[in-house]
Each structure stands twice: as C-alpha cells, then as structure tokens.
C-alpha cells in the first residue's frame, strides 16, 4: 500500500532485523509486517476480530532439548495451523506468528463474504474447531517428549473502532484480551475435563483391550498386554491421554485401581494358559485391597492362575523408593506374580537398581526398540540391558515393534520376546498375529 504524504509523520525510517517482520522458519509474518492490512480491515467495519492459539508450556522443549528441537515442533504446529486456516477460513484472513510471544498464533479475521453472514456469532465455534484440530495431533508429537498434558489455550475477542482511542492501541489491546479469554477458557476446559474423568471412574466407563506379546524366535504367542481406554470416540479413549489427564488431576491412583479390576474381568473370560501382563501404578503394592491373601482370593473368584498374571509396573517410584518397595513385594511373589518394570533403558545406575529386585521380565521402550536397526548405539543398549537381564533370569521383551526390519535386528540381537504393530494391534479379543511380515 503507497503511503500518503499526509501520512509521513506517523513513519520512521530505522534498521530493525528482519525477524521483527517475518519469521523466516515459520514462514510467517508479524504483525509489524501486516499491520497496515489489519487496521484496514478495522476502518473498513468499524470493528476487528481475532482469535488467538498458545500453546502452554511449549518452552520447556527448548531449555531440555534445545533451540534446534524447538523449532522444528513450533515449525510443524505452524504448517498444522496453515493447513486449518486455508480449510477453515478466508483467503483475506490474516494469521501471524506473535512477535512478543513466539509459542503464540494470531488470526485476524476479514470481512465476511456477504451481508447476512454473522461473523460474530461463530467465534467461538471457530476457536472450538481449532482446538479440535490440533489437540490429539500435539498430545500425539508432544507426550513423547514432555511426558505430560499438552495444553491448546485458544482464545477470542474483538474491538469496536473508537476515534478517541488509536487504532494500534486498540488491536494491541485486542490481542490483550483474547488472550485472557484463553486463559479463562483453558481453565473452564481443565474444569470439565476433571468433572469428565470422575464421572468415567465412577460410572466405571473404563474397558481393556489386549495385544500378544510374542517368542520372536517361532511367532508363537506367550501373553496379553491388558491395555485400558475410556468412552471410544472421545479423547479419554487414548491410554495416554487417559493417565496423563489423571495424573495433572490426581486421579492416578483411582483411575489405576478401576483398569486392573477391568483387566482382570475381562482376562476372566479368555480361555487361554497365556499370561495376562497387567499395567499398574508402583503405589498399588501399597493399596490394602490389592496386597496378599486379598488379591489372591480375587484371582481365584475370577478363576485366574495367579502365576499367569504379570505386572508391568509403569513408573519409576519404585526407584525412588526403593527399599520401601522392594519390602512390599512379599505380598505378591507369595502367590507367584512375576514383577515386570517399563521403560528402561534411562540410566545405568537405575536399571541396577531395577535388577536388585529380579523381576521375572524387563519390557524396552519403544524409544530404544524404534529404528534399532539404524543405531548403533540402541544396539549396544539393547545387548547390554540383554546380558544383564539374561545373567539374573529375567525375560526381555521389546515394546513397539512395527516395522521387519526392527523385528529381524531384534532377532539378531537374541533379544527372545517383542509386541508391536507389526504382530497385530490391541483388541478387545485374544485375536491372533499377522505373520505375513515375514514374506515381505
């Protein structure tokens, strides 16, 4: 757009760096650089919307893993917000990376095509469409890394044009208070969300289904990994989500408690000799409805072998409490029940401690076990953390199997047992494995 003459006095000429004005690797503009487009569409309708996207804590990825990680997931959340602006709104609509925030998005919204559309009143069904858009996707990128709850804080605002008060002033304030609103909206969404997994435990709208875990050496079936979901078609049915939101809601413990009860009654119904790996919380050894003669006596109302039933104990309290735990666990190898422990592999000195219990299985992450056969260095962990569990009886199975070529590196590796995609995916039967990998 020429500037006017009249307009000089409001311009300065200066040196300023580039990324001010365009976020060369996002490939997005500032609102330095699109301000001028902005205020025009603020004269054109006396008003202007927004609706703003952070997303929360977003940050910690670069003061763990750097700057170079970082920019490649705020990349990736960039090109996801391209691809739902160029499907959901204008073409005129502008979206900027936020130049004083830079884990934040804004998308100033353009006139509407015609007259009887109502902009206004869908802001927030918009903003609601954007959330969905790309919450399960960065809980998906992000868990693996942080390990926690990925929070979308998307909120909306708009200003009416006010010749006493500047324009800039009023979309910076605009853009203050969009942002408030997403405030407010995350901690209403965390209200439900808290509501919502109570009323699951309670209702107990909790049900497992089960993965083989197979000998690697002959194809041959060995257990059942009970994995717990909630309600299908909500974002609870992820088991990650699932314990994830329970633990930023201190529901672990009841949620831990519900899943092994359904697991069991589930694992009642199977016809089967194979063992039935349990997931569960280090805390459980210490719940006194779930210790000794009392879980024994459930076993056998169930009618399930207590020497086919193996827990996968799935954090690391046990390490932290190590003596504490190791004492408790005469309450459950009196009546047979192997002790396994989950993702390993994350320093030497823990997993010593880890074999001082002689667990009777030792389960590698899909971290080590995906694209082993590409790392040298995950094949010398994977041999290592072998010989070691081989040395005190322990039995190592590999977690995340989905590809052959993982599969026949962890053959030549003499790692014995896996699970995996490439076997077959969870389900709500025994169901047998795939073995048609192997032509392939």
């Known amino acids: 757009m020429a500037v006017r003459k009249t307009d000089i006095k409001d311009y300065i000429t200066a040196d300023i760096h580039k990324g001010f004005y365009v976020n060369n690797k996002l490939k997005l503009n500032t609102i330095i650089k699109e301000y001028e487009k902005i205020e025009q569409i603020l004269n054109k309708l006396n008003y202007l919307s927004c609706i703003t996207i952070q997303i929360i804590y977003l940050r910690k990825i670069e003061n763990i893993y750097g700057s170079i990680t970082y920019n490649d997931i705020l990349n990736h959340i960039a090109s996801m917000l391209k691809a739902i602006k160029n499907s959901e709104f204008r073409k005129e609509d502008i979206l900027i990376v936020d130049i004083f925030d ?24 918009i903003s609601e469409r954007i959330w969905i858009g790309i919450q399960e996707e960065l809980f998906r990128l992000l868990y693996p890394i942080l390990k926690e709850d990925i929070k979308v804080s998307i909120g909306y605002n708009l200003i009416i044009k006010n010749p006493m008060i500047d324009n800039l002033h009023l979309v910076m304030q605009m853009m203050s208070d969009s942002k408030k609103m997403a405030d407010y909206t995350l901690a209403k969404r965390d209200h439900i969300r808290r509501y919502t997994l109570q009323k699951i435990i ?63 009654e589930s694992a009642q119904h199977f ?37 086919n039933v193996v827990f996968e104990i799935s954090e690391k309290m046990f390490i932290e409490n190590h003596d504490m735990f190791k004492a408790a666990l005469k309450d459950y190898t009196d009546i047979g029940i192997i002790h396994t422990d989950d993702n390993l592999a994350k320093g030497y000195s823990d997993l010593e401690r880890v074999m001082e219990l002689n667990p009777g299985y030792l389960k590698i992450d899909i971290s080590l076990v995906q694209d082993i056969h590409k790392s040298f260095i995950k094949q010398e962990m994977m041999k290592a953390v072998s010989n070691l569990a081989e040395n005190i009886g322990s039995k190592v199975i590999a977690e995340g199997i989905e590809t052959k070529s993982e599969y026949e590196m962890l053959v030549s590796l003499g790692i014995k047992y896996g699970q995996g995609f490439l076997f077959a995916r969870p389900s709500e039967d025994l169901d047998s494995i795939q073995k048609n990998f192997q032509k392939i």
């Open 271 to 307: 016809k089967t000799n194979s063992k039935i790996f349990v997931n569960t919380l280090a805390t459980t050894i210490h719940d006194p409805e779930f210790r000794g003669y009392y879980l024994k006596e459930l076993l056998e109302d169930l009618k399930i072998k207590p020497e």
């Open 202 to 264: 309670i209702n107990q709208e909790i049900y497992s289904v089960f993965q083989p875990i197979v000998d690697l050496r002959d194809l041959n079936i060995i257990g059942y990994e009970a994995i717990s979901r909630g309600p299908k078609g909500t974002e609870y049915s992820s088991p990650q989500m699932l314990f994830a939101l329970a633990l930023e809601c201190g529901l672990s413990f009841e949620l831990d408690r519900l899943c092994r009860k359904k697991a069991f």
């Open 102 to 125: 830079v884990d934040s998005f804004v998308i100033f919204l353009s006139s509407p095509r015609n007259s009887d559309t109502h902009l206004l009143d869908h802001l927030e069904n």
